[in-house]
């Protein structure tokens, strides 16, 4: 006699909006929060992300904000795939974990790559935790490569002399930010032919979750620095100021914002700058540690074959985090 089996159909991928924040915290929560169980973390949990960030990871990926359902309707898995002009990456996602070791993160994986060529992409990464060699080899097997480590690096901004020479994006008037941002853009596409940040930049304007600073020598763009201030996780206060982007032609540039951030941070009275940093840049590494920067969180960058991060001239700093 043949056994019953509960339908286990997966359909998809369907757009998200944000009226899916509610679900889609929840599977964030329960999948991640069971990750950490698995690998032996039994009393983690992980807190649902803050609306705010739900709605700037849903409006950056835009079109490619995608999402599974199950026979029932429920939501089974998401993957928020982005894409900054010619660097693309995915990040969240997770599959609930009911439906787990079902062949669900292969096709939400496949279906985040395939978006992704389409938009036409030169870089197309994602980053995990460097501990959890289940997700390593699973992400192996479906053609990414490991790389660098992003290392979340905070330093205590008490006693930091204010920064000068550093213009920030919220003070200049609405009519001159459209130039400023298309200046940074030429600048960065010098560096990394195709990368565009402008949407980031802009959408982080629009939900007031931070701001961007830029430095300038004779009226040309020579670095600047993408960062949010508001809390990632739901009912927290602000705590940091979270550096995710960041373009510096130089060292001295670079040294610069990270002032300047350190002084955003203390106008907003945020003790604490976190900057996620490429390891590939190991001067800037370095001059973070020497600053008394302390490492606080890994994550391993891993790129599809084929598909590398952008090489920049020497001397020159590009941090791009690959999550929210």
């Known amino acids: 006699m043949k056994m019953w089996q509960p339908d286990r159909r997966v359909t998809g991928p369907y ?3 944000e009226d899916e924040i509610g679900p889609l915290n929840r599977l964030f929560s ?3 929060t ?3 169980r698995r690998d032996g973390l039994v009393g983690v949990r992980v807190p649902p992300l803050s609306r705010v960030i739900w709605s700037y990871a849903l409006r950056d990926a835009g079109a490619g904000a995608l999402i599974w359902r199950d026979e029932d309707h429920g939501l089974v898995a998401f993957n928020m795939v982005h894409h900054s002009g010619a660097e693309g990456w995915m990040g969240p996602l997770a599959v609930r ?3 787990q070791r079902l062949g669900v993160g292969t096709v939400i994986v496949q279906s985040a790559i395939d978006w992704l060529k389409a938009a036409g992409v030169t870089t197309l990464g994602l980053e995990t935790m460097p501990r959890t060699v289940e997700n390593i080899g699973f992400y192996s097997r479906q053609g990414f490569q490991p790389g660098y480590l992003t290392v979340t690096l905070t330093g205590d901004v008490t006693g930091r002399a204010p920064a000068r ?3 920030r ?3 200049v008037p609405e009519s001159e930010r459209a130039d400023l941002l298309a200046r940074c853009r030429t600048r960065l596409q010098q560096s ?3 990368y565009d940040f402008t949407r980031e930049h802009e959408l982080t304007r629009e939900l007031e979750i931070g701001d961007t600073i830029v430095v300038e020598r004779a ?3 020579q670095g600047f620095a993408l960062w949010h201030s508001a809390p990632l996780a739901e009912g927290r206060q602000a705590d940091e100021v979270r550096v995710l982007k960041l373009f510096a032609a130089d060292p001295g540039v670079f040294l610069g914002l990270v002032r300047g951030a350190e002084g955003c941070a203390s106008r907003a009275r945020i003790r604490r700058v976190a900057v996620r940093c490429q390891t590939r840049f190991g001067a800037a590494y370095a001059a973070l540690i020497r600053r008394g920067y302390q490492t606080r969180w890994t994550d391993l960058r891993m790129t599809l074959d084929g598909f590398p991060e952008a090489v920049v001239p020497g001397g020159e700093v590009l941090f791009s985090n690959w999550e929210v």
């Open 97 to 99: 974990p009911d439906r």
């Open 15 to 17: 757009p998200a909006g």
């Open 219 to 221: 009226g040309d763009v």
């Open 165 to 167: 020479g550093v213009i």
């Open 30 to 32: 329960d999948a991640f």
């Open 34 to 36: 069971d990750r950490y």
């Open 169 to 171: 994006l919220g003070d």
């Open 192 to 194: 990394a032919p195709g």
